[in-house]
């Protein structure tokens, strides 16, 4: 009964890759977050949909692209993986009129 | 631009002493503050959010400070265990949207020492 879960939870790969994260949560929540926690543990927000609408934007490269398909689910996809994309993403959600969020378990994405 | 800190990277304590971990905010005026705590390999966990009206909040042994004169939060834990050893991290929470923008600081290591 995970109550936000993340597939895969280790992801290696070739520089110039695609690769794709997904992220599920049966908290009933509506909406979703992806963040970025790099070497130094620095966790930065990335993207938020609140019921399939994309809501935050932060200033990342277009080859990240999220999508939701549903407002229990948003999956991120990355196109040409660079060097720099190694870090651990987390996907979270929230409850609208809640302020707490509920963080999945992270994928630890290396780029080779 | 928007900075926030927290004061240490790494807090080494004995087991029965009380913790204390600072997070600094500049150019900012959050409405919320939360804290939340994280072990190796895992995700953050909430612990708990204070308002900016709000000076102190209590939850068993943690409390939570929070000074929007000095832009500054302390987070306490009380008669410390070995089992609170984790990376603490603080979060600034705008509030002005519904969109639940965390801002996060670096994190602070603490380590309880039996």
């Known amino acids: 009964d995970t109550a936000v879960s993340q597939t895969p939870k280790y992801l290696v790969t070739q520089m110039g890759n695609d690769k794709s994260i997904k992220c599920e949560q049966n908290l009933g929540h509506d909406t979703m977050y992806w963040y970025k926690q790099d070497s130094k543990k620095f966790l930065k927000i990335m993207f938020s949909y609140n019921n399939k609408e994309l809501i935050i934007n932060e200033t990342v490269p277009n080859r990240f692209s999220p999508k939701s398909p549903d407002k229990a689910h948003l999956n991120l996809h990355i196109n040409s993986l660079e060097l720099g994309d190694s870090a651990v993403y987390f996907c979270a959600s929230r409850l609208a009129g809640n302020n707490e969020q509920f963080f999945g378990p992270g994928t630890r994405l290396t780029v080779l | 631009s928007q900075k926030i800190e927290q004061n240490s990277e790494a807090l080494n304590i004995q087991e029965g002493k009380t913790a204390t971990l600072t997070c600094n905010y500049t150019?900012?005026?959050?409405?919320?503050l939360q804290w939340y705590r994280q072990d190796p390999g895992r995700g953050p966990v909430f612990l708990l959010l204070?308002?900016?009206?709000?000076k102190e909040k209590r939850k068993e042994r943690l409390k939570v400070t929070f000074d929007t004169t000095l832009k500054q939060s302390l987070f306490h834990i009380t008669a410390s265990q070995p089992a609170d050893s984790a990376t603490y991290l603080c979060a600034l929470d705008h509030g002005s949207s519904n969109t639940g923008k965390l801002i996060f600081g670096q994190g602070t290591t603490l380590q309880v020492k039996p």
């Open positions: 150019n900012y005026s959050p409405a919320y």
């Open positions: 204070i308002r900016e009206n709000e």
